[in-house]
Nanobody
Framework: QVQLVEAGGGLVQAGGSLRLSCAAS????????MGWFRQAPGKERESVAA????????YYVYSVKGRFTISRDNVRNTVYLQMNSLKPEDTAVYYCAADPNVRGLKTNPYEYEYWGQGTQVTVSS
C-alpha cells in the first residue's frame, strides 16, 4: 500500500523556480519507479519526468529538458521535481505517481498504480 502526497506548488512569475516534493508512505517505495505528470485545463495528462528505483535512469519530456530535474531520496521516501526557468505553459496541476512494475520507465499514466492528489503550479506572464 502506497500513499503519495505532493507539496510545493504555487504561483510564481515567469523565469522563477519551484521545488515540488512527493512524500510516499509504505516500505516498498524504494523498489518503485516514480513519475511526475501534469494536466492543464482542457488538455490530456502528460508525463513530465520519471526516475528509476535506484535513481540511475531518468526521463524528461522534451519541453522541460534542461529546466526540470527529477530526483529521489529513498531514505526519506520522497521524490522531487526541481523546476527552473518556469514558463506560463508550465501551468498545470502536477501529480506524483508510483509504478510497481519496475522494468523500464513508462510515460503512459495507465501504467502507474498509485497517484497523489496533485498540486497546482501557476506561472504568470
Amino acid at each position: 500500500q502506497v500513499q503519495l502526497v505532493e507539496a510545493g506548488g504555487g504561483l510564481v512569475q515567469a523565469g522563477g523556480s519551484l521545488r515540488l516534493s512527493c512524500a510516499a508512505s509504505g516500505r516498498t517505495f524504494s523498489n518503485y519507479n516514480m513519475g511526475w505528470f501534469r494536466q492543464a485545463p482542457g488538455k490530456e495528462r502528460e508525463s513530465v519526468a520519471a526516475i528509476s528505483w535506484s535513481g540511475g535512469t531518468t526521463y524528461y519530456v522534451y519541453s522541460v529538458k534542461g529546466r526540470f530535474t527529477i530526483s529521489r531520496d529513498n531514505v526519506r521516501n520522497t521524490v522531487y521535481l526541481q523546476m527552473n526557468s518556469l514558463k506560463p505553459e508550465d501551468t498545470a496541476v502536477y501529480y506524483c505517481a508510483a509504478d510497481p512494475n519496475v522494468r523500464g520507465l513508462k510515460t503512459n499514466p495507465y501504467e502507474y498504480e498509485y497517484w497523489g492528489q496533485g498540486t497546482q503550479v501557476t506561472v504568470s506572464s
